[in-house]
């Protein structure tokens, strides 16, 4: 922890030092926040007689690719301003609100809900030789087979306000450190209802990390990146987790393995870090995408061990695939799904640990997102379904945790905010 603070107290005053746009500047590669901002390497024009300024505005920056947005909601340039020692800095903005409806919700819960879905700012630097990105505000995290937490809790009980910013040292063409909270490197789905193609996190994501704090390499090579991770895996605030993926990309095609462990253990638990913290988990993905298409299959494997100093009696795994699509028709409208399925292992008899709904559980899941987008306008809703078996009564669903069924509706309408520049 001591290592980490200086490190942050190190590149903190090494950023408010750092030049303005256009002094050092590094082209970057990496997928993380690496498109150098149009107009900061601009030219000085203020001499130029009259008769030679251009007549035709320059062109709409593009899309930067962090935050990362799977599709089928699409990102708007950001706008962007000089923030003097900071250089030309983008900004982005997401303002979301959705109402949920559920039947067999347990205790506790309610058969409707309204809430904030997303009021969040991203502010980023993107070129140069220090970079930085901060995403700042509330957020609801809505996922299958958990009971739904307001926004306020959820902002308390997980990351914050502030829940991913990062320091980012672009030290060549193709290789780049950072250092912060920063997004996982595990799985196909994101944190935050926008990145993603359905409003709501799957079953597998229920078995992954979201936000990690600490430290990360990333190189490309070619149509290769890996990137490298030392960090606390689920919000532990203990440093002893090792991520890593390696991604091989191709025209519409890429495939993805993923893998992370945690190299000690502890028996800290919070709402942000579950009993998963002492595991390790490995993911392949396949992206196609192409057109109108977006076909992402993918397969999941965790295992949490024994271990009895922690209150581990008997140690479990996990085992899952899912399947997630999107095709975009015309005039703004898309349809995106996702279809899982997730087994545990263990059993009540030899006191194993829960992962899922008792030990030996198993469920599938199903959904179905209409989407329509305008500009920064947006409006889709989730259809979904979970079925659970093999479980353990009292740890499903309903007033008695006795019902394996539990269906959902979800509504979600926002805007996206940025250079809202559109073409004639």
């Known amino acids: 922890m001591r290592v980490y603070t200086c490190l942050c107290t190190f590149l903190v005053g090494s950023l408010l030092a750092l030049p303005a746009a256009g002094q050092s500047a590094v ?23 009259p008769a030679q300024q251009p007549t035709t505005p320059p062109p709409a920056p593009a899309a930067l690719p ?19 020692p900071f250089g030309k800095v983008a900004v982005n903005g997401f303002l979301s609100g959705m109402g949920l409806w559920q039947s067999n919700h347990i205790p506790g819960d309610n058969s409707t ?69 920063l997004p996982t490197l595990m799985g ?9 193609m359905n409003i709501e996190r799957g ?33 532990s605030n203990r440093y002893s987790w090792l991520s890593g993926s390696l991604t091989y990309a ?65 140690g479990a795994r996990t085992r899952g695939g899912a399947l997630l699509m999107s095709r975009t028709f015309k005039h703004g409208f898309s349809l995106a799904g996702r279809g899982e399925y997730i087994t545990s292992t263990g059993s009540v008899a030899d006191q194993a640990v829960n992962l899922m709904f008792g030990p030996g559980s198993a469920a599938w899941s199903a959904t179905l997102t209409p989407t ?3 500009g920064g306008f947006f409006f889709r809703g989730d259809v979904s379904w979970v079925h659970a078996s093999s ?6 669903f309903g007033p008695t945790g006795m019902n394996d069924n539990q269906p959902r509706a979800v509504a979600e309408i926002g805007f996206m905010f940025g250079n809202n520049i559109r073409k004639p």
């Open 372 to 374: 329509f987008q305008y």
């Open 188 to 196: 196909a789905e994101s944190t935050f209802t926008f990145q993603n």
């Open 113 to 181: 809900q309204a809430a904030l879905s997303n009021g969040q700012v991203v502010l980023q630097r993107t070129d140069g030789w220090f970079q930085f990105y901060l995403q700042a505000g509330a957020y609801n995290i809505p996922a299958l087979g958990v009971p739904f937490l307001a926004t306020d809790k959820t902002v308390t009980d997980f990351y914050g306000p502030l829940p991913v910013a990062f320091l980012k040292l672009q030290a060549g063409k193709n290789t780049s450190f950072l250092i912060g909270a």
């Open 391 to 396: 479980y353990t009564p009292g740890y499903v």
């Open 203 to 235: 079953l597998l994501w229920n078995q992954e990390n979201a936000v990690t704090r600490g430290i990360q390499v990333n190189q490309t090579m070619g149509k290769f990146t890996a990137s490298l991770s030392w960090n606390d895996g689920f919000y």
């Open 250 to 314: 191709n025209g519409p095609h890429s495939l993805a393995f993923e893998g992370m462990g945690n190299l000690g253990q502890t028996a800290f638990q919070t709402a942000a870090t579950p009993v998963q913290n002492n595991g390790s988990m490995y993911a392949v993905i396949y992206t196609y995408t192409k057109g109108s298409w977006i076909v992402q299959p993918y397969f999941q494997f965790s295992d949490v061990p024994t271990n009895l100093k922690i209150g581990i009696t008997k």
């Open 27 to 49: 082209p970057a590669a990496h997928s993380e926040a690496s498109v150098a901002l149009p107009g900061a390497q601009g030219q000085d024009t203020s001499s130029t007689p």
């Open 66 to 84: 962090t935050p990362s947005i799977t599709g089928p909601l699409q990102e708007l340039p950001p706008a962007i301003f000089d923030a003097g």
